[in-house]
């Protein structure tokens, strides 16, 4: 099979693995440590827990205890690490060392997995180089046998980064960094409401030392006016910039002003800049009501989002894997997020150009440490800087043009992550000089003539908001087409942006098939895809589909938690996505589910019983809680309620089981911080995009004439990378009957969901395939 290796149970019997958790905590790692052992016993080698990291490598005794199945149930949705985590001085000397090494020669262990800050990944690597001379050291003393020596030579590790803050070279995200910004754009949204009523300035410190990457996105994702970050320091005149900015803000008729510092902010010279500064500068020039809130420690806590829940997993399951196919001459690499990839990447090369940027800042060299964090922080904060301008790009002022006529519309069902977009769309427009419309009620409101020029202050407050307040529906325009074209003359709009599902997709191919028939859709027309279902070709992730992973995760870890203290219980839950299993398949690994039916894998009888017989077991030792998930279209005879009658009658004696659809709370919620920043990413770059199409297809007359394929395009996330891809050439890509894409990439997960759930059966009885990840240079990764 292409691209994909086969993993066979049971293939590492004898070989032993532990696992430890290092410096400060962060949400997921519990997931990562589940996927760890869980993994390990699938292939058949003891698994170990370190507790209290380091330090209980070096004290050894019960802090090394081996670890079975039941060890990990139950724990993938708890916040901080259960395994505990602890600075150790002892372990810096080699004396501390030599103790780690004796204990853990003594259970076995020559493969660790080391889940820690880029401190903790260079102690282990000190570790792993000095290992053949510290056995040395204790064959000499006759600690341990010439045997020992020779069978545990050498020392493999695999690290993963744990870090709220995101601060590590060759990651795109590190393990709690998406929890964080969760707890920070909470705390944010909750603060806007009282900042509201008083018509109040709020100063929000948030972590990041070194690192300004979690007040950089909590900036775009809460619409802060202002954000101090260490990678970026505002020049000398910024208490006056900083004042100009929020003036202008409260001149447009907004009631509150949000100021993001990162604490380890600072100025060009490298002098600190606190929050209690940014407070004096704000009460003495505007004599603002302005209140700080520090969040400290609040943003590590709480429970991991489903981001990185299923990070962990991933993570966690590929790092047993790197450990297990690791030889004497392998290099030490850490488990890294390239795209939607989990990758292998050198270890040290990442910890050096992690280095390389605090280097950077040392020199005052600060474009190169903006760059050396990668694309995406580059990205982050150039739209950051879009959206916050005080005036218009002065080639365009210069240049004197008259600005397009750009409308912006939803077609399909509503998606948190809607409002972000058009809120960025229009003031991006507006900025430009460009005059925007909104066209509310989708395909009918335009028919109708429901269409009004949007402002910079109509969209205050946007971003944070679910649902879609331009109003959206599901009608297709087949049939409609000739209306259309008048309003769009009426008008005289020059580029459309449509946001929405699966139907945005299909309108608008629809309306660039008529071209011919009708010169008004002769105009740019590009579609952001925002459904929660992530069921539409050209692009990996949809606008909403984060939103409702997390808002499923959540109400599961409810509906679990309504049975604690009660006799043992399996809970059938139906998550929407039609035909698509995206978030089935994805809930179920965020929120350890013993199985998830999806249309894309079709199951049998046989393999429903094989699944209760199993749940039956798991019970019989000790599992209190099951948790079965399925799509809403995954069988139409298999459905929900036959599925949770043969748990039930098949569970009598063992387990009780109950059933819940989840219906549209899984469309409801407050759009989170992934779905909030790619709403004002993809808008941005579709404001460009169109203004570019504009300009090469404007006639000397001054018309627009768009004909070409190229003109008529979806934005999506494909990889890493944001790509226009023509609606013509995504044809060939859809199932347009089951309105799914004919390649998902997220079904690759599937054999991970099933080994995390299954100990003993699986559908494949001596092992199964699971999707070989590229592995990439660290140089390619952001």
């Given amino acids: 099979m292409p691209n994909e290796r086969f993993i066979e149970r049971g293939s590492h019997k004898g070989k032993g693995l532990a696992v430890f958790t290092s410096g400060g905590d962060s949400q997921g790692m519990n997931a990562a440590v589940r996927a760890c052992v869980r993994m390990a016993i699938y292939l058949g080698c003891k698994a170990y827990f370190i507790r209290e990291g380091y330090q209980g490598m070096v004290d050894g005794g019960d802090n090394i205890v081996e670890a079975n199945w039941a060890s990990v149930s139950s724990i993938i949705h708890r916040g901080g690490t259960v395994i505990g985590s602890a600075r150790c001085a002892e372990f810096r000397e080699r004396a ?104 109040r300035t709020f100063i929000m410190e948030v972590m990041g030392r070194h690192c300004g990457y979690l007040a950089l996105v909590a900036g775009l994702s ?83 989002s489903a981001f990185d829940r299923v990070l962990g997993c991933r993570m966690g399951a ?84 008259q600005g397009y006529r750009l409308a912006v519309m939803h077609i399909g069902a509503p998606a948190c992550g809607m409002n972000a977009a058009v809120r960025s769309f229009v003031r991006n427009c507006i900025y430009r000089g460009d005059t925007v419309f909104g066209v509310h009620d989708g395909i009918e409101g335009l028919i109708a003539g429901n269409i009004k020029e949007m402002g910079w202050s109509d969209v205050t407050g946007w971003v944070g908001q679910g649902g879609a307040f331009l109003g959206t529906k599901r009608t297709l325009p087949e049939g409609k087409f000739k209306e259309i074209a008048a309003r769009l003359k009426e008008f005289k709009i020059q580029g459309l942006l449509v946001i929405g599902g699966f139907e945005a997709y299909h309108a608008c191919g629809q309306i660039s098939d008529q071209r011919p028939n009708y010169p008004e859709f002769c105009i740019p027309m590009v579609v952001v895809p925002s459904t929660i279902s992530n069921n539409v070709p050209g692009t990996e992730f949809s606008l909403g589909c984060d939103t409702g992973l997390n808002e499923i995760t959540e109400i599961c870890d409810r509906i679990r938690q309504s049975a604690q203290g009660t006799k043992r219980r399996v809970f059938v839950i139906e998550t929407m996505g039609g035909y698509c299993g995206y978030l089935a398949t994805l809930a179920g690994l965020a929120g350890g589910a013993d199985a998830a039916y999806i249309y894309e894998e079709k199951f049998s009888i046989k393999d429903l019983q094989q699944d209760v017989y199993h749940m039956a077991s798991k019970m019989a030792e000790g599992v209190q809680r099951g948790l079965i ?69 404007t006639k000397p007359d001054g018309t627009v004439r768009c004909e070409s394929n190229d003109s008529a395009c979806l934005l999506g996330i494909v990889r890493r990378q944001y790509r226009f891809t023509p609606l013509a050439d995504l044809i060939a890509e859809t199932n347009f009957e089951q309105r799914i894409p004919k390649t998902q990439w997220w079904l690759k997960l599937r054999p991970l969901l099933r080994i995390l759930a299954k100990h003993d059966s699986a559908y494949e009885e001596e092992g199964m395939y699971i999707t070989v990840e590229e592995e990439c240079a660290t140089d390619a990764v952001a």
């Fill in 96 to 199: 501390g060392r030599l103790k780690a090494a004796f204990n853990l020669i003594q259970k076995g262990i020559s493969n660790l997995v080391v889940i820690g800050g880029d401190g903790s990944l260079t102690g282990a690597n000190c570790f792993r180089n000095e290992w053949s001379g510290l056995l040395d050291e204790l064959l000499e003393s006759k600690k341990i046998t010439p045997e020992q020596r020779k069978k545990f030579d050498v020392l493999h590790i695999v690290g993963m980064v744990g870090s709220i803050d995101n601060d590590f070279c060759g990651t795109d995200m590190t393990i709690g960094t998406d929890s964080a910004l969760h707890r920070i754009i909470e705390a944010i949204d909750a603060i806007v409401s009282t900042a509201y009523s008083h018509q």
């Fill in 222 to 304: 809460s619409e802060a006016d202002y954000i101090f970050i260490p990678e970026n320091p505002p020049r000398a005149d910024w208490p006056d910039r900083l004042c100009q900015q929020l003036s202008q803000e409260r001149n447009a008729g907004q009631r509150l002003n949000i100021i993001i510092v990162a604490e380890g902010a600072i100025d060009r010279e490298g002098n600190p800049i606190t929050a209690e500064d940014v407070k004096k500068v704000v009460v003495d020039k505007l004599q603002q009501d302005t209140r700080i809130t520090v969040l400290g420690h609040v943003q590590r806590g709480g429970n991991p």
């Fill in 318 to 401: 590929e790092a047993t894997l790197a450990l297990m196919e690791a030889t004497s001459d392998s290099v030490p690499c850490v488990v890294s997020l390239d795209g939607n990839q989990a990758v292998r990447v050198p270890l040290m090369e990442c910890v050096e150009r992690t280095k390389e940027v605090a280097q950077a800042m040392a020199e005052k060299n600060w474009e190169l440490a903006v760059k050396l964090r990668g694309r995406s922080f580059e990205r982050n904060l150039e739209t950051y800087k879009m959206l916050t301008r005080l005036k218009p790009p002065k080639e365009l002022v210069e240049s004197g043009r």
């Fill in 629 to 697: 998930l399925r799509n809403e279209k995954a069988s139409e005879n298999y459905n929900t309620d036959f599925i949770h009658r043969l748990y039930s009658e098949e569970g009598k004696g063992l387990f009780s089981c109950r059933m819940n659809i989840l219906g549209h709370m899984q469309q409801g919620g407050s759009p989170t911080p992934f779905d909030r920043n790619m709403g004002t990413k993809m808008a941005a770059k579709c404001v460009e995009w169109l203004n570019d199409q504009i300009k090469q297809n």
